[in-house]
C-alpha cells in the first residue's frame, strides 16, 4: 500500500509534491518513490523495453546553445554531413538486425531541404513497419505537417528548461514560446511528441523542474528524455558541475509516477554520468526505453555534443546479448513492436 503523499503525487501532483521528493533527505521515502514508479511503470507499460536506434545524421547546428558541444560557435570540431541515401540505408540495415524505430537527430542544420527530409522518410518507410523518430529541432507547421503525411511517427524537441530567465542566458537568440508552441503545433498534426531538460543545469532550482514536470504533463507529451547536465569544454558551462545521477533517477521515477503510461527513456547522459549501474536503475525506477547508437564509427565520434559520451554499439551482437540476460535478470524483455504510446492506453 502507498502512502498519502505518494498518492496524491498520482492522483495530481502540485509543485509542493513534487519538491518534497526533489529535496527529501530521507532515503525511505525516495525508496518508496522509485519502488512505486517501477510499480506503476508494471501496471502501465509492462514488462517491455523498446529499443530505439538512433542516428546523428549531422553536426552542423545553427544554434549558439551555451551547454552544447556541438553549438555554431564551436570551432574545435570536425563537422559532418551524412548524405539522405546514406540515412536511409543506415536505417534499413537497422531494421533487418531488428530495430522497430529509429531516431534520426541532428543539430539545426538548414543544409537539408524539405525535399531531403521527405526523401528520407518515404524510402525508410518503404523498408518495412518501422517508425521514425525525427529530432532536428524547430520548423514551421507545414514542414513538421509535410514530415507526418511522408510517414514520420514521432518527434522529440527538447527545451531543456521551462524557466524563461535561465532558457534565454543559455539559449542566445532562441524563443522559450516559441519552442513550446512547437511542441503544441507537432502534438496537434498527430505526432507522437517527446519532449525533455536537463538536470543540475547551472542556474536552475529544483522548483524550475517541478514546474517542468507539471509542463510535461500539461503538454500531455508522449515521451520524455531527462538526463543530467554535461559540461563540455568547448562550451561558456565549461567549469560548471555536472548534474547527478541521483537527481535524475528522481526526475525519472517523478515522471513515471505523474505521467504513468508515457514511453521514458534512460537516457545515454545517464549512463556516462553513472557508466556501472546507469541504464539498469533507470530501468528499475521508471524507464522502458533504450536508445542504442547506431550512427557509423567514421561519424560517431564528432558527434560531440557532451565530453565522454558513452557509446552503444548496436551493430554488436554482443551488446543485444548482454542487454537481453540483463533485462531477464530483471523479469524484463525486449519488446518486438514499435512501441506506441497510444498502444499503452
Do not use: W
Not at 216 to 241: Q, S, V
Not at 310 to 336: F, P
Request: glycine share 8%.
Amino acid at each position: 500500500m502507498i502512502n498519502q503523499r505518494l498518492q496524491q503525487l498520482f492522483d495530481g501532483p502540485t509543485v509542493d509534491d513534487i519538491l518534497f521528493y526533489l529535496e527529501t533527505n530521507q532515503a525511505e521515502e525516495v525508496e518508496a518513490l522509485y519502488s512505486f514508479a517501477d510499480e506503476t511503470r508494471e501496471k502501465y507499460v509492462g514488462g517491455s523495453v523498446h529499443l530505439r536506434a538512433i542516428i546523428e545524421f549531422s553536426n552542423y547546428c545553427r544554434r549558439g546553445c551555451c551547454y552544447c558541444g556541438i553549438n555554431r560557435t564551436n570551432k574545435n570540431i570536425k563537422r559532418y554531413r551524412i548524405p539522405p541515401k546514406e540515412i536511409v540505408g543506415i536505417a534499413r540495415d537497422a531494421y533487418f538486425k531488428g530495430y522497430k524505430t529509429v531516431v534520426l537527430q541532428s543539430g539545426e542544420d538548414p543544409h537539408y531541404t524539405l525535399s531531403d527530409y521527405l526523401f528520407i522518410i518515404s524510402e525508410i518507410k518503404k523498408t518495412g513497419n518501422l517508425a521514425i523518430t525525427l529530432a532536428f529541432g524547430e520548423k514551421n507547421e507545414e514542414e513538421y505537417r509535410a514530415y507526418f503525411e511522408a510517414g514520420a511517427d514521432r518527434f522529440l524537441l527538447k527545451h531543456e528548461t521551462s524557466d524563461p530567465g535561465l532558457y534565454k542566458e543559455l539559449n542566445p537568440g532562441m524563443s522559450l514560446e516559441n519552442r513550446i508552441n512547437c511542441l503544441k503545433t507537432l502534438k496537434a498534426i498527430g505526432f507522437e511528441t517527446g519532449g525533455g531538460i536537463m538536470i543540475g543545469l547551472p542556474g536552475q532550482t529544483l522548483e524550475s523542474i517541478a514546474k517542468d514536470l507539471l509542463l510535461f504533463k500539461e503538454l500531455d507529451l508522449d515521451m520524455i528524455g531527462c538526463g543530467p547536465f554535461i559540461p563540455h569544454p568547448e562550451t561558456p558551462l565549461r567549469d560548471y558541475p555536472p548534474g547527478t545521477a541521483e537527481m535524475t533517477y528522481r526526475v525519472l521515477a517523478l515522471n513515471r509516477v505523474i505521467m504513468r503510461d508515457i514511453n521514458l527513456p534512460a537516457t545515454t547522459a545517464l549512463s556516462t554520468v553513472d557508466e556501472t549501474e546507469g541504464r539498469r536503475l533507470a530501468l528499475q525506477r521508471g524507464a522502458n526505453v533504450v536508445m542504442p547508437n547506431f550512427t557509423p564509427p567514421k561519424y560517431r565520434r564528432y558527434y560531440d555534443i557532451y565530453p565522454n559520451k558513452k557509446r552503444i554499439e548496436v551493430s554488436n551482437m554482443d551488446y543485444r546479448n548482454e542487454l537481453e540476460t540483463m533485462l531477464s535478470g530483471m523479469g524484463r524483455y525486449v519488446s518486438r513492436s514499435a512501441g506506441y504510446h497510444q498502444n499503452n492506453k
